[in-house]
């Protein structure tokens, strides 16, 4: 059985979602596994139900006792098919997750991004952007066909104490559509926000 399948089929009969395998120099074997997420349910508008306040559902996380659980399970695993490795290391998604499935950009739709694309984006798209650019980052967001696009601003950032004028025109918001097969790889940026996205995973070794 391929790798890609045993790790798979054991991520998901535990509960998780696999987001990458990587082999690192040395025999290093790198799983990153997330909590499954759920699209949210679209309830129909009702004005007695609106008058109920409903508790959000705080985002869960990877705890270290998720990755070795996993870790074990995976170690069995691979050694009855006898897939050579020299360490296995089971981590939580950083705050550069990867993106690679629909079910991702839906998850993390309104989030800051960063992709890289296959090929320039060309003449006929380019407009003000350089038609030899590959890489953006920006706000994900769903387009009115049901697309996806990424939509920033080339607004140099402001430093600490500088001033503002009031005089000053804000740069105008840039939009780029694109498909999944045109990227070759997307994830969140890795922007570090005191509120923080939320606390950090664990990593198990083995």
């Known amino acids: 059985m391929a790798l ?14 696999l987001v990458e395998i990587e082999r690192s120099a040395g025999g290093l074997l790198r799983i990153t596994i997330d909590l499954p997420w759920e699209p949210p349910v679209q309830v129909a508008p009702d004005a007695a139900a609106a008058a109920v306040p409903v508790p959000s559902t705080p985002e869960q996380f990877v705890t270290v006792e998720d990755c070795e659980k996993v870790t074990r399970q995976l170690q069995f695993a691979l050694e009855v098919d006898g897939v050579e490795y020299k360490r296995l290391e089971v981590s939580s998604p950083g705050i550069d997750r990867p993106l690679r499935h629909e079910q991702d950009f839906q998850r993390f739709a309104g989030e800051v991004i960063d992709i890289t694309l296959k090929a320039p984006i060309g003449e006929a798209a380019a407009g003000q952007v350089s038609a030899n650019r590959k890489k953006f980052r920006g706000t994900l967001e769903r387009t009115d066909a049901g697309g996806w696009q990424i939509v920033w601003s080339d607004e140099p950032p402001t430093k600490p104490g500088q001033k503002i004028s009031k005089k000053r025109v804000p740069a105008p918001l ?22 923080g996205r939320g606390p950090k995973g664990g990593a198990a070794e083995g």
């Open 174 to 195: 840039q939009a780029l559509g694109f498909t999944l097969d045109e990227l070759r790889d997307a994830r969140l940026a890795p922007i570090v926000d005191f509120k």
């Open 4 to 17: 890609q399948q045993i790790v798979e089929q054991t991520v998901a009969g535990l509960g998780y979602d």
